[in-house]
């Protein structure tokens, strides 16, 4: 089935790093997505990973891929407040007729407190 | 581009009457998702269309959700009775899919109450 796991919260202090984790089940998602929403806005892609790769770094964001666990995580660094947002992880699966949908987790709410 | 329009983006309704929530998706994507997002559920996909086709409606929870694409720029979900239970933020969301990647872009949201 498809389903995406994530935990709903997490709080940080400002200037620690923060650890995001996922599950996901499609293990032929060719892509896996983070993406950030912030309050009353919609979400917004922040970074994605190529299902043959295991890292990613990108400035403070890093993203780590465990194909066999399927087990996707995003670090922050050096968090700050403006980071306080729900962040999404998603996988692409199959649709009928062979089409690509993105199926998303419930999300994980940081907060950042100094 | 403008990026995703969705209107309007707050809606209050009364139980029983029909609600039309709208979507026009950036200009040459070719792929359109409704999503509905609650705090109990989290984010749902609800249909996805592809070259204005409805590709995949399983998540359209009941009979009374309809949606149509008529042409590449315009999208439209609509409820018919509410109900309270389907308060919720409705999202779309559209993309162009390249090798297998696809970055879904997304408008901000119709919050709707049904009361």
């Known amino acids: 089935g498809e389903d995406v796991e994530q935990s709903l919260f997490l709080s940080v202090r400002e200037g620690d790093s923060s650890v995001i984790n996922c599950t996901y089940t499609?293990?032929?998602?060719?892509?896996l997505y983070w993406y950030k929403q912030e309050p009353g806005a919609g979400l917004q892609l922040l970074t994605y990973?190529?299902?043959?790769?295991d890292m990613k770094q990108d400035q403070r964001l890093t993203v780590l891929l465990n194909k066999k666990d399927k087990h996707l995580s995003l670090r922050i660094a050096d968090t700050q407040t403006g980071d306080s947002a729900i962040y999404f992880c998603a996988e692409i699966t199959r649709a009928s007729g062979g089409y690509n949908k993105l199926i998303f987790g419930a999300g994980t709410r940081l907060a950042v407190h100094p | 581009d403008a990026g995703v329009i969705q209107s309007p983006r707050h809606e209050v309704t009364e139980m029983g009457q029909e609600v039309t929530l709208r979507c026009k998706p950036i200009?040459?994507?070719?792929?359109l998702f409704w999503y509905r997002q609650t705090m109990m559920r989290g984010l749902e996909l609800l249909i996805y269309f592809n070259n204005n086709v409805p590709i995949d409606d399983s998540g359209m929870p009941e009979d009374r959700f309809s949606a149509k694409m008529p042409n590449a720029s315009f999208s439209t979900l609509k409820i018919q009775p509410s109900e309270p239970r389907d308060s919720a933020v409705y999202f779309c969301a559209s993309s162009l899919a390249r090798g297998g990647r696809t970055e879904a872009f997304f408008g901000q949201g119709t919050r709707l109450t049904v009361v």
């Open positions: 499609d293990s032929s998602s060719t892509y």
């Open positions: 200009s040459g994507h070719n792929s």
């Open positions: 990973i190529f299902s043959n790769m």
